[in-house]
């Protein structure tokens, strides 16, 4: 990385994801995608990485994307579409694919696309501080970055409607909407995620995301293949042991 709009630091098998433009709030522009992407995929192929965390520097965590870094006469022919493509949608797709667990850590405000990277996340754990909110429709944009599939599964979708018109609201108010899933526990779901199997969690994440695309009978099928395999994994035959050891005392 040429300039360090995004930082991956590896410690104790957790990998922590840093956007980087503080001056900002950690807005996104095409060069701090393109890092983020980059660091998601390091954190992935990396095998002592267990957990990865994404979050922001300074005292919020992504304020979305940087309108600013458009220029003003481009503005009128500027193609969103093109640009979601490149970006948001690739960087997106990535996370969905990766099969460690993936906690947001919404240290401060996480507005826009901000909130939908969050919500692209398996967990979301807030500082008491955090606010979020969507906000496209008050510049006449609708939600992207994903938005309009996770938030309508994590919270329905009469909630998903509301959240557009609610504004910023507070770690609280998010928690009570399912928007987040612990407030000030970042530890305790380190712990939590760094103990999990990791074939059984990988395979798990899987079938929970497309279960919204499949009927029920092709379910039943993925979890005959998905359970195949992770009886097959180390953590299983431990996890086994020790379980026939304690029977057996």
Not at 29 to 39: C, G, M, P, V
Not at 187 to 192: G, I, Q, S, V
């Amino acid at each position: 990385m040429n300039e360090a709009l995004v930082t991956l630091h590896v410690e104790n098998q957790i990998a922590t994801i840093a956007l980087n433009r503080p001056e900002v709030k950690n807005a996104l522009n095409d060069a701090t995608h393109e890092q983020l992407y980059n660091a998601f995929e390091e954190a992935s192929e990396n095998n002592e990485v267990r957990v990865i965390v994404l979050t922001g520097s300074g005292d919020s965590f992504c304020s979305g994307a940087d309108l600013t870094s458009i220029d003003p006469s481009d503005m009128e022919s500027f193609n969103y579409g093109r640009a979601l493509r490149e970006t948001y949608n690739r960087l997106i797709t990535r996370m969905v694919s990766i099969g460690k667990p993936i906690i947001a850590y919404v240290n401060g405000i996480a507005f826009g696309a901000g909130l939908s990277i969050a919500l692209a996340c398996d967990y979301r754990i807030a500082a008491p501080h955090a606010r979020v909110g969507l906000g496209f429709l008050n510049i006449g944009l609708v939600p992207d970055a994903g938005a309009s599939y996770f938030l309508p599964r994590i919270v329905g979708y009469p909630k998903a409607l509301e959240l557009p018109l609610k504004g910023i609201i507070t770690a609280e108010e998010a928690q009570e909407l399912g928007l987040i899933t612990a407030i000030g526990e970042l530890d305790l779901w380190l712990d939590k995620t760094k103990a999990l199997p990791r074939d059984a969690f990988r395979l798990m994440k899987q079938n929970f995301r497309e279960s919204f695309d499949h009927h029920l009978a092709e379910l039943l099928e993925m979890e005959v293949t998905a359970q195949r395999a992770a009886s097959e994994s180390a953590d299983h035959r431990v996890a086994l042991e020790q379980f026939v050891n304690k029977s057996v005392r």
